[in-house]
């Protein structure tokens, strides 16, 4: 009991020190779609794409806003989102912008980790099969990806925001025998609301 009181005090401690040095801390939450495309092309020509996940689920998280300015402020956050037989972990790095009064504009590199890939293992199963490369699934797929995301938000009051944002992929989360064959990009987007502290 000691050690959480003593927890609870330091957390309590360093919540008031980054409210005083401009530092909003909240937590987020909303709607999430994630669309999985699978694109299998030989000598650089396209031959067919597969739309392998097109899911609707959520997510939630903690966010933090810390104003570097009073129109430019710097976003990070921990999320955790779910869509189907997907599940993925999400870092953010969001460049916040007020380009009016309460309405901003952001953008940055999102670092996510792929908890389970369920949709997409099945796809590759099937294309394994027809291949017959006869990999582990489990070898084939990179469970971490970096992402472009951006987005806008408006605060609708100081304690209650609204966001919608969109991340497209900048890497291909595909490892296997097919290299330079088969790409899989996973984009998502989001759109929800944060209450800060």
Known sequence: MKKVLIILGLTLLA????????????????????????????????IFDIDAVNQTG?????????????????????????????????????????VADKFHVMAGPQLTFSSNL???????????????????????LKSTAIDLGFGAGYDITDKIRVHARYAVPLTDIYDGPLGGSLDIKNSTFQIGAAYMF
């Open 118 to 140: 369920g949709d997409i293992k099945d796809v590759l199963e099937t294309l394994d099969d027809i291949t017959g490369a006869n990999a582990d699934l489990d070898d084939l």
């Open 58 to 98: 959520f997510y939630i998280g903690l966010i933090l806003d810390i104003e570097a300015t009073e129109k430019f402020h710097v976003q990070p956050e921990l999320t955790y989102g779910s869509a189907g037989d997907l599940s993925f972990i999400y870092l953010p790095l969001m460049a916040k912008y007020y």
């Open 15 to 46: 919540f008031n020190s980054a409210k005083a040095q401009g530092v909003d801390i909240g937590v987020t939450g909303g709607l999430m779609h994630t669309n999985a495309d699978i694109s299998v092309s030989a000598i650089g020509i396209s």
